[in-house]
């Protein structure tokens, strides 16, 4: 049990050089496979932890996009349902407007049916009142009628301003119908009387109109006047439409 | 003369002799360098069964180292990992029928001691510059000599711990053999196996307390004078 020092000497080289090679192809490359690996860990769970920071933020912005969504969407329907409510009363208004007009419409309608249907009656109560006149006055129609008629003719006739007997003076031959034949005396004043009031002795021609019933009527020219059943109760008649 | 104690030479290169522990030795050297460069040569970032034991024990080793020095855990690895790695495989060479263990021979534990009391300065003084040694006049200068006497102590009781351990259980398996029979040294044969991991554990952790109190000499440990009372356990 000796110490050989060749023995100890080789052994320490040999121990050296085996730390040596076992530091360069054991420690070495296992640490550092190991680091790479831990290495490669660390920047997964930094991008992890990127990805998280990310992703809240994503997820805040998000949030709060809904939000001002969830915001937007009220404005929105509030005003939508303001527009709506104002369409509504613009609507409304239009249609209450249009059913004033068609209100409006229909009492005019209303108006005029009635303004007719009262032209009509009236026309009719006219026609039947001149119907009833003409029957009762058809009977009464004589000479002696007729004859008070041409009186009043020539009382009235002469009290009339100028301007109205404007066509008698302006008009040719007077013509003067009656409904039975004129006395001589009732000619004579009548011819008197027109030819004073046309300021001139224009010839005056006499004939005898039945359709009169009783009375006179005098043309001359465009002009007419008369003093007649027939005329005033057709007169009477389409007075309405005055 | 083969006592049972002594190695034989193998070979002479020069004037130089080169005994059987020194071939061993190679020979171990050999295939942990072949194994490491094997293992180590696909190494990928997806490990698979192989790699992640191969990591295993190299990250095991660390963290061992690391449970008594974490700032240099990195820097003493090289050679505490070594010393784990080498010393099994060498106190289980016994085992193997015909062939010896290299700590059976009192040169190779003397020369393993002297690596670590060199380790042990060497890490020291570049963690602390030439201010390491100041600790040998601490508390008192007085205890220097004291100091010295221990380094030189804990040395040899290194050695001679490994080889005395070593070498008596390959005589005793060796003389149960011949005296008992074939199967009677199976239960010293486990025991070998046991106490060969035991005791390169016990040299690579004295190793590790050794060089990591010597690192951290500037403030005096609690591993230092731990590691100065184990020193004398057997």
Redesign the interface.
Known sequence: MELDWTTVALEIINFIILVWLLKRFLYRPVLNIVEQRQANIKASLDQARDAQEQADVLKRQYTERLQTWEQEKQEARHKLQEELAREKAGKLESLRMRLDKEVDKARAARESQNQQWRRETAEQALQMGAGFASALLRPLADPHLEERLVNLFCERVSAWPPERLSGLRNGGNIEISTAYPLQEHAQHRLRETLQALATDHRPVLFQQDTSLLAGIRIASGGWTLGLNLADELRGFAESHHE | MNDG???PVWLHIGP????E??VT??LI?LV??VA??L??RR???Q?GRL?AM??GV??TL?SAIANADSRNA?RL???I??FW??LPVANLLGVIPGMHS?TR????T???A??VFFAVHAYGVRQSGLGYFKHYLSPSPILLPFHIISEFTRTVALAIRLFGNIMSLEMAALLILLVAGFLAPVPILMLHIIEALVQAYIFGMLALIYVAGAMQQTTESPITSSSRSTSGAP
């Open positions: 104690v002594s190695t130089l002799e080169i005994h522990t020194v030795t190679w050297m942990l360098v490491s460069i293992l180590t190494l990928s970032l490990p790699q191969l990591e190299v990250l660390e990195r690895l090289p050679l990992g070594t790695i080498f290299p021979d009192l040169s190779v003397a020369a393993l002297l690596v």
